[in-house]
């Protein structure tokens, strides 16, 4: 999943998503740090906004994305990699990914030897913080449910469609941009996502050298996870020995 011509239209559709919220979540964990890793960064939103004394480095598995990106903050480094294949030859103290962009790691496999590679990517004490999805999420609000929306350039039609796997979906979007001409250039992008039990990404962590410091759900660190919650986080640090 590249996003190709989506990402022209990214930023636009993305208008009321809460990064301010994320950098409230991570900030507590930046104090004192040198560096940060932003993964599956996209346009860079949430990537830009991160304390500029910080060494700031946004991956993607989209070159397009990334096109996008270095407009908007030609200062921090900008690399097209697959996350599942990370390579940087380098550690940092932080590692982000959010955006529920760690529910297209579909696999349980993927999932260990993606947190396998995070954890030798982290300095000694790291921290790992990211987000996905809820199973509530996937069985109430993605179980065949039809959403739309519309900006002054852009009208969209996603549709979610359960998967094979459990908890899985398909996301079937359209997109109607307005061009110049007043007709209408049309879009179409299908996406697959999977999610876990929290004790599922638990063990992964903890198998691969993490200590899972906090989990909590819908940018509320200091409150317990509801029954409903639609977001889970996840706080992972690097253990000294594995």
């Not at 796997?165 to 209408?184: A, C, N, Q, R």
Request: proline share 3%; aromatic share 14%; with cysteine.
């Amino acid at each position: 999943m590249t996003y190709e011509a989506f990402a022209v239209l990214y930023d636009e559709l993305m208008y009321d998503q809460p990064y301010d919220q994320w950098i409230e979540v991570t900030a507590p964990y930046l104090k004192g740090k040198h560096s940060i890793l932003d993964l599956a960064c996209g346009t860079g939103s949430f990537t830009t906004l991160l304390p500029k004394q910080l060494e700031r480095v946004g991956v993607d598995l989209s070159e397009d994305m990334l096109t996008v990106a270095q407009t908007k903050d030609p200062s921090i480094q900008w690399l097209v990699q697959d996350m599942t294949a990370l390579e940087l030859d380098r550690t940092f103290d932080v590692i982000t990914c959010f955006c529920d962009s760690l529910n297209y790691v579909t696999a349980e496999e993927e999932l260990n030897v993606l947190f396998s590679r995070l954890y030798n990517h982290l300095e000694e004490d790291g921290v790992f913080l990211f987000d996905v999805h809820s199973v509530w999420k996937m069985t109430h609000l993605f179980n065949g449910q039809t959403y739309s929306d519309e900006t002054d350039r852009v009208t969209y039609l996603w549709q979610t469609v359960p998967g094979e796997e459990e908890h899985s979906v398909y996301h079937d979007m359209s997109f109607f941009m307005l061009e110049e001409d007043g007709k209408y250039r049309r879009f179409d992008e299908s996406h697959y996502q999977r999610t876990f039990e929290p004790e599922d990404y638990r063990t992964l962590l903890e198998n691969n050298g993490f200590t899972v410091e906090k989990v909590f759900a819908d940018f509320k660190p200091d409150e317990a996870v509801p029954h409903d919650a639609e977001r889970i986080f996840y706080v992972a640090r690097k253990k000294r020995e594995r």
